[in-house]
């Protein structure tokens, strides 16, 4: 099993430039996360989904879109990328409530 | 909204001592779980906590919750190299659908 994936590893955009982040897991988890890691900031929940074509905003959903037109795929966009959004981004997948994240390998991204 | 704050957000440590974060919740929690990141990777379960008063060990890694459930604490017995990372604690948002973290402790350890 792969568990969760995170495409791209790495990516630079220019201000204003716009990309989706793609994450998958193939463990038919019904939760799934975006969070960001800034240093000193921990990790900040942006978006998550409890299900196929849910979505529900978490800490710091501004700037951001999520998807989850499928159940194993979780879309996050950057419509207007701004310097602020430099970071690392982690999906993350749930079984079911109270068990243990599964994390991806993240993603880092630089907007200049 | 609900808050989960941990101290210290870093120690350096000489192999050999002991190491200790808190974690501190603004709500009642129904558990908490804990996660260690090691530099470059992603967070890894390590634990979770469901009962008030609960203490867990793993190795030299002991885990309590506290009586009242809005905090929780990790100490590590006798540091090693292996140990450095940042750990965090979470908790469960009030519909229990997403884990809030903390911001997290980064450990150091020199030999």
């Known amino acids: 099993n792969a568990g969760v994936t995170q495409t791209p590893k790495f990516r630079v955009l220019k201000t204003g430039q716009s990309m989706t982040l793609l994450c998958a897991q193939d463990?038919?988890?019904?939760?799934m996360y975006w969070y960001r890691q800034d240093p000193g900031m921990g990790l900040r929940l942006i978006h998550y989904s409890v299900g196929e074509g849910t979505t529900a905003k978490g800490e710091v959903p501004d700037g951001y879109n999520v998807s989850r037109l499928k159940k194993q795929n979780f879309l996050l966009g950057l419509e207007s990328a701004a310097p602020s959004q430099t970071s690392v981004y982690f999906c993350?997948?749930?079984?079911?409530?109270?068990?243990?994240?599964?994390f991806g390998n993240g993603t880092r991204l630089t907007v200049t | 909204g609900q808050q989960v704050m941990q101290i210290p957000q870093y120690q350096h440590v000489q192999e050999g001592e002991d190491f200790t974060t808190y974690c501190n919740s603004s709500t009642t929690l129904s558990n908490i779980q804990w996660y260690k990141q090691r530099p470059g990777g992603h967070p890894v379960f390590l634990i979770q906590l469901v009962k008030s008063g609960e203490v867990k060990k793993q190795k030299r890694l002991t885990f309590q919750f506290g009586e009242a459930k809005k905090n929780s604490s990790l100490h590590i017995t006798a540091t090693q190299t292996t140990d450095v990372g940042t750990y965090f604690c979470?908790?469960?948002?009030?519909?229990?659908?997403?884990?809030?973290f903390g911001k997290g402790t980064t450990l150091s350890v020199s030999s």
């Open positions: 993350a997948s749930l079984d079911r409530v109270n068990s243990p994240l599964h």
């Open positions: 463990m038919n988890h019904e939760y």
């Open positions: 979470a908790g469960a948002n009030q519909a229990g659908t997403a884990l809030i």
